[in-house]
């Protein structure tokens, strides 16, 4: 698959980078870790209770004896110690272990780590769609509700970044709606339209951004030209920017569960990525999902 190379790329990466994982005491994250591990992409430190993980990796036959284990007493000693860990730079960024996304934010945001930046956090998927012609990067499918105008400007900076990793020299952005005009009715049109023109006076660097455009102009060039639309970016788009949480989230599952695409996501926005993995995703998307921090930390 297409999106391997993103192992590639980890693996190739001239210092190997640390995860630290908050709570660790979870058989599917331990269980990511140590592919992560044999694959050579990154070392692991674990930060929980030693007794419980070490009885977990047991059970489950998972090898950890080349993982670093803090001993915590509870959840939240282990996340406070995984955040001072990143922040003083022992390890190179967080995972989340057996604890929600927000008991590891909340303390990742906390002014004294200097972890936080001005801008938005939120998750970046990179998905590889068999009908697609080549890696389709999609934001937000899981943390910024309602995104502002300012928001989503962030967003297509933390998409870029994924981009030019993986070696997309002028990614193209498509902003999507349910249509490709501008309609005063219809906000998220509006700000396409804004977003167009800040990109095209150079408040936006580094990409080529246009819309608004509805999902099938965005990403099939006979559709948009069935439509009439003549764009650089129409049916050939490298990033897709959601218009709110529900259409970022109805797409990322469907595009798993219906088409059977490969996927990688993170967190980005603060000064170092955050991997979080599902119960839901598959073994190959922890993996890759790991393996994307990486290479952005």
Known sequence: MRINKIIELAKSMEVKKTVGVAAAEDEVVLKAVER????????????????????????????????????????????????????????????????????????????????????????????????????????DAGMVIAPTLEQKVDSINNAVKIAKALGIETPKVAIVGALEKVNPKMPATMDAAIITQMNRRGQIKGCIVDGPFAMDNAISKEAAEHKGIKSEV???????????IEAGNIFYKSMVFLSGAGVASTILGGKK?????????????????????????
């Open 234 to 244: 129409a049916g050939d788009a490298d990033i897709i920017i959601m218009p709110d």
């Open 36 to 139: 992560a591990l044999k694959e050579g992409i990154c070392n692991v430190v674990l930060y929980g209770n030693e007794e419980k993980i070490k009885e977990i990796a047991k059970e489950h036959d998972i090898d950890i004896s080349k993982m670093e284990i803090v001993h915590c007493e509870n959840n939240k000693e282990a996340v406070r110690k995984t955040v001072e860990d990143v922040a003083s730079g022992k390890t190179d960024l967080p995972m989340k272990g057996h604890i929600t996304t927000g008991e590891l934010l909340s303390v990742f945001l906390k002014e004294e780590y200097g972890l936080r930046t001005k801008s938005t956090m939120n998750l970046v998927s990179v998905f590889d769609i068999e009908g697609y012609h080549k890696l389709l990067i999609v934001t």
């Open 273 to 297: 990525p955050v991997v979080l993995t599902s119960r839901a995703d598959s073994d190959d998307a922890k993996l890759l999902s790991i393996a994307l921090s990486v290479l952005l930390a």
